[in-house]
């Protein structure tokens, strides 16, 4: 297949515009028919691979190992709802705000930032990079935390759509609080009164539900998948089945920013239209995706990655080559955040916490780091295990606290055994077998 | 000026516990120059084991004992069955197979346990010291705590430097070839590394539980601050890893205390950042020349 495409690399460009024009389509007429779960479902899996596309870019062809993606997602997010809850027109252009100059925004933030620290990216190798992205997964969502006009901890709640596309601020609520006791008790000076041991009084002003929520492995609480809702920040889709259509007064407007014009439907559903926004960005990032990874961009990182010797004495600037990749990482998964942003209809720093950023590097590595079909199956793989764990649970009498982690369990011992065995991932592997298979027949 | 000698007096003993788990990451990184993120996985699994022990014979210190054999022996497994096959692969499949383990610990923690935070009480009076009509922001169990880090690093040191399985260690770690040659067991000494690594991490894990509540990723932040403190000390070096170990604790404490504890990710991140900026192989550690 690939040779196909390689033989006519001259017309690719025109190739994928089509194709993917013909997914979008595809993908957005199926949208219509399902029901709102599912286009729900469609929405986190489109969400998640638009990220994938960056960690598969980051990750596999320029060799990065980023735990930090999640923490770039959060910066996407913060600009999609910090804009579309602050500006009514367009600088400059004086045009009506709406949702998808918030997603410009949010991509341009993200290749702001995402040049700023793939330059320090750049210089660092192995466990000191790990390290590094690993404190911009705790570092950059503990900012949010921090600035009252960020949110703080409390995050801000997006209401349902405007009818030119934004959000507002539905008034900070206190839902979803992060929890900071665990740094406040350990960082205070030791003064507690002596008859009460510093733990119980820790303990005591936690509340559970409280605690549940700062889990920061909990996926269930990032795929959305409803079975925390308790904890769960977010609207889930189950709870919010289809908006009233007096919160949106006049559905119409929102053509713009949605494809297939459903909207004009005057049953409104809210999961819908945000599916149909994040298959757009989607299928945008992917065709962006594979024409860098497929043209010259691509082979100037896999030579970085291969042999950055070779590669400098070719005329290649490995560190160029690595803060482009990290740039471009970080505008995928700035584009993601945003579409998280109004998946949720929330940003906080619960949201995306470090288990985001693992779950992305989970995704990454089991779909197959070293080809972009990889990361979108690793998205699928995300964001469907929960439930299909959540199925063969049911009716089992699995204690929640069972059923609710052990997706993650999964995925960590699936993580290892992809490392010692199957480096390559599904997709790496699968590409092994058939050559495999090929060379036998031939 | 009190306040800020409070402070500064108050971060020692935290400062103490990220040391020991910078130790952790130190001792690791040395034995098989892999920097261990799970290290928090197992001394969160650890110091769970302890608290266990503790409940069930109402003894903390048969608690610790337990943690120590369970942190010595998690330290050998993960060593034995994950990280030797893929350290003859890629850097970056032992850094991903790391995270793996920390995942894996984690959910199996939160299921057998629970996800909510554990009361997991300090064995001694936690509370500030009161001498000259003054109460220090040191108490009896930060002495302990500080007590335990030295005598641990004085131990290491000896250990390391002045036993023939120390320097057998140190030769696995440094070459092992060469060590192999000369009649050194070198997995043995790979997996005593790890499971030394192990048993610092337990004692770390125990320690902090008191001031951080007990929960599956409770220690998570702790592990950005103990590799802050490692790269600073340039990984190689336990003394690098104690000083500024305890240094992270001094200035998490003054930025807790002059602001709020909310700031401290920010401010410890801002400090990795500049740090790497700076010298990308830590400010201790011996600048190695790279190829491009």
């Known amino acids: 297949m690939t040779g196909m495409w390689l033989r006519v690399r001259s017309s690719r460009l025109l190739l994928h515009v089509p194709a993917f024009f013909v997914l979008w389509l595809l993908l957005s007429r199926i949208n219509t028919v399902i029901d709102p779960y599912y286009s729900h479902v469609m929405a986190m899996v489109a969400m998640y691979a638009i990220a994938m596309l960056g960690m598969a870019i980051l990750v596999g062809l320029s060799g990065q190992v980023s735990l930090g993606n999640g923490a770039l997602m959060a910066v996407g997010g913060y600009t999609f709802a910090l804009t579309s809850m602050h500006w009514t027109t367009v600088p400059l252009l004086g045009l009506p705000w709406n949702a998808v100059w918030s997603v410009i925004c949010a991509g341009l933030c993200g290749v702001l930032v995402g040049f700023a620290i793939g330059l320090i990216a750049a210089r660092l190798r192995g466990p000191y990079l790990a390290g590094f992205t690993l404190g911009l997964a705790v570092g950059i969502p503990a900012i949010a935390n921090r600035f009252a006009f960020l949110g703080g901890s409390n995050g801000f709640m997006l209401t349902v759509p405007y009818p030119d596309g934004g959000y507002s601020d539905s008034a900070s609520s206190d839902i979803a609080t992060t929890d900071n006791s665990v740094l406040d008790q350990f960082l205070s000076p030791s003064v507690a009164p002596s008859d009460v041991p510093a733990s119980d009084a820790a303990a005591s002003d936690v509340p559970a539900s409280d605690a549940a929520s700062s889990d920061m492995l909990t996926m269930d609480d990032v795929t959305g998948s409803g079975s925390a809702s308790t904890t769960s920040p977010t609207p889930s889709a189950s709870d919010v089945p289809s908006a009233s259509p007096s919160n949106v007064p006049s559905a119409t407007d929102l053509i713009p920013t949605t494809p297939s014009g459903t909207v004009t439907d005057p049953g409104f559903i809210i999961e819908q239209w945000q599916a149909s926004m994040a298959i757009a960005i989607a299928c945008i990032a992917g065709f962006v995706a594979l024409n860098l990874v497929r043209g010259r961009q691509g082979r100037r990182w896999r030579a970085v990655r291969d042999d950055p010797i070779a590669a400098a004495l070719s005329g290649i600037s490995p560190a160029m080559s690595k803060v482009s990749a990290f740039t471009v990482s970080s505008l995928f998964a700035a584009l993601a955040g945003a579409v998280f942003a109004q998946l949720l209809t929330y940003v906080g720093p619960s949201a995306y916490g470090v288990g985001l950023s693992l779950a992305l590097l989970v995704g990454v590595i089991l779909g197959g780091r070293a080809s972009l079909l990889g990361g979108v199956i690793g998205a699928v793989i995300i964001v469907g295990l929960p439930s299909l764990v959540g199925n063969v649970a049911d009716g089992r009498g699995w204690p929640a606290q069972v059923t609710d982690n052990a997706p993650n369990l999964i995925y960590g011992l699936l993580l290892v055994l992809v490392v010692l065995v199957a480096p390559g991932g599904l997709v790496g592997t699968a590409r092994d077998l058939a050559v495999r298979v090929r060379r036998a027949v031939m | ?292």
């Open chain 2, 1 to 292: 000026m009190t306040a800020f000698f409070d402070y500064l007096l108050g971060g020692i003993g935290s400062g103490a516990v990220i040391a020991l788990l910078a130790i952790a990451l130190v001792l690791t990184w040395r034995s098989t120059r892999i920097v261990n993120f799970a290290q928090v996985g197992q001394a969160m699994a650890t110091t769970f084991v302890a608290l266990a022990v503790r409940d069930a014979s109402g003894s903390w210190v048969l608690g610790l004992a337990a943690a120590l054999v369970a942190g010595a022996i998690l330290g050998l497994i993960v060593q034995a069955l994950i990280l030797k096959p893929v350290r003859r692969m890629d850097t970056s499949g032992a850094i991903i197979a790391t995270f793996g383990v920390l995942i894996s610990l984690q959910a199996a923690a939160a299921m057998i346990w629970g996800g909510s935070p554990q009361p997991f009480g300090p064995p001694i009076a936690n509370a500030g010291l009161e001498v000259f009509g003054h109460v220090w922001p040191i108490s009896w169990y930060d002495i302990l705590i500080i007590a335990v880090t030295a005598l641990l690093v004085i131990g290491l040191g000896l250990l390391l430097t002045r036993t023939s399985v120390g320097l057998a260690m140190r030769a696995s770690a440094f070459n092992p070839e060469v060590a192999r040659l000369s009649g050194v067991r070198v997995g043995r000494m790979l997996g005593l590394g790890w499971a030394i690594a192990g048993v610092v991490g337990a004692v770390a894990g125990v320690l902090i539980a008191p001031s951080a509540t007990l929960a599956p990723n409770s220690f998570d932040i702790f592990l950005v601050f103990a590799f802050t403190a490692a790269v600073l000390g340039g990984l190689d070096s336990l003394v690098g890893a104690v000083f500024f170990g305890v240094g992270t604790g001094v200035v998490l404490s003054l930025v807790t205390g002059y602001s709020d504890s909310s700031s401290a990710p920010v401010v410890v991140l801002v400090l990795l950042a500049v740090s790497l900026i700076l010298k990308p192989e830590g400010l201790f550690g011996r600048g190695k020349a790279r190829a491009v």
